[in-house]
């Protein structure tokens, strides 16, 4: 039994729905999700193209980092307060003026640390675009031990 | 001399500018820029801040790597084109519902490989918050060498 | 027809061989080699244990970048000189007194940029204890694009 | 009141002290040590060279991790257990046949994680030669939560 259905990712992607509308403007589209793994798909769009129409590394980033999110929550079977501790981005090719495929997995479940990846290639070619890999910290409920800075943490 | 005014780098950040939309929005602010590094602030707005008001990790992500494009242009003292090779980050705390500054300084020139790193704190605390470092490789004339996937690049 | 045989590469890793006496001691042994990448094993040693039998991160960062340069050659189906870049490793299980087997492949062979990962398990178990990726510059013969500084580079 | 002196780091290095033999060949000479970082040497010798002279990029990783443990210590001003969780370098310049000096100062101390950087450079230039960036896991008393698969772990 999943824990989230491709539908219920997909909503929380929408404006409005659990990430900021930022992220929602990326369009992803949620294609798989299973405890092996998420599939997602960044749209081909003007907005996160740059001159040439090379699809931009940013958004591949903010691609990664979201995505990851989902494949722990789905590996988890549960949903926790996550912070990304690191993330490291390769970027090997171009994509020009297309769509962008994702492939997440979770490398390790531990306690309170988890590890994954995510690999980008294109429809034309499924060598890879750019390789993400990340650790992320699971916070314990009420995020008691992660230190806050700002407006509501100084 | 610069090669760059804060006027014209932040021209660039406009819609319409230098950058695809979705990057401007961020509404990045150049503050300060030389030989020595160039200073961003990226505001504290909604559309950036997930539950609680934390700044979204994608935002410093994102910002790191259109600060060190201008960055390099500026060391360089010329805007030639640049693809991101490898961008880490590290994210030591959250920013809850504030601006983030970035501090963003060339390590390395070289004729086809440059390196950076951008170090993000908050106006309330000089301790960092995240720091991306990134190397960049600087295309020749042409991008003849840059492999590209997709619609235009297959 | 293959570049390497797992004999050469073997000889190579071997003291007096291409790898400095610091490599050498790490005793590592080639399994497999083909342009799909390259399998080798850090035997079980005191040498590369600290308190209780954890074997070193420090070995499996210098395998990786050792066990890279083999699987760009064969890729490659040359030995050109080549620097790394960039190499990120992250670490999420402890292996304890036991031999740790290394895969590595190729993601990526540019012109003059070269993208690969290892993903590092036990025999016990199939699950990543560590995965390193990274970037590696290829450099033209005479290594004349190549920033060297110290005794010889000054 | 600092929590080692460098004599007693120097000690840690020495063989049959706190590092195995394979991390006490690298030859390290701790040069200063407080709670704002630590500088460390890494002597000129064959072992750890390669053809032409090149410090090996290997060294450095592991002269990396190795510093960030007791740069860490220093600051949290006791010796806990540590545990890499993802550590980055960048290479940017080659250090030919001669010292490489490395700086290393913490960044971040969390209850659980703690973040630091090294910045690596010689004695003919202050310009970095390459930058290594970390998080660790601080481990509780006895290591309950640290996964270890292996002969005693499995």
Redesign the interface.
Known sequence: MAFMTVEQAQEMLEPGG??????A??GLRIEAISAQGLRARLP?A??????????????L??MA??MLVFTFAEALGRLPSM????????????????DVIGQARA??L????V?G?VTFF?D??P???A?S???F?VLPDG?A??????????
Chains 1, 2, 3, 4 share one sequence.
């Open positions: 659990h990430f900021p509308s930022w992220v403007e990326l081909r003007p907005h996160i193209q740059r001159a040439g129409g090379v699809v931009l590394g940013q958004a980033m903010a980092d979201t912070a990304t501790i690191s993330l490291t981005t390769n970027f090997m090719r171009a994509a020009v003026d297309c490398l390790k531990g306690r309170s640390t590890f990846e294109t034309a070619d060598a890879p675009i390789q890999t990340a650790a910290a995020n031990k992660f230190t806050r800075v700002g407006a509501k943490g100084a």
